[in-house]
């Protein structure tokens, strides 16, 4: 068939290697048998059968496969939203308590002058009482 082909081709479509394939499917004969063009014609249908099968497969598992990392998005998305929000919340009361802490310090301070005070009246009043 291929050699009967070629025979119509002109010598400059003869070097176009777009007209021919790349690869080519060859059915051997069983027991030297001779194979008719209907059994020919049936191994191709088997042939476009089983591409048309397998692209059939791998596209639901194509398609499975992304609805499940879907699923797996957007339980991730929950899962960083959550967390965010807890983290909003941490840094909320982080600043509340950095409030805090610069009122105590505030109120040390306070408390060591009160303090430096109190010892330096002492030490006055210990001094007017030893003379």
């Known amino acids: 068939m291929i050699a009967e082909r070629e025979q119509l081709f002109s010598a400059d479509e003869l070097q176009q290697e777009e007209l021919f394939p790349r690869f ?17 014609q049936g191994f191709i249908k088997d042939i476009k059968y089983t591409i ?53 310090s505030t109120q040390v301070l306070s408390l060591q002058d009160d303090m430096k005070f109190i010892k330096n009246s002492l030490a006055k009043l210990l001094q007017n009482k030893s003379h």
């Open 24 to 40: 080519i499917v060859v059915r051997k004969q069983i027991n030297n048998q001779s194979i008719d063009a209907s059994e020919w």
């Open 52 to 104: 048309k099968t397998t692209s059939a497969k791998s596209e639901s598992e194509i398609i499975h496969n992304l609805n499940a990392s879907l699923g797996k998005l957007e339980k991730l998305e929950a899962y960083f939203l959550e967390k965010d929000s807890n983290n909003q919340n941490a840094n909320q009361k982080y600043e509340e308590l950095d409030k805090k802490v610069e009122g105590l």
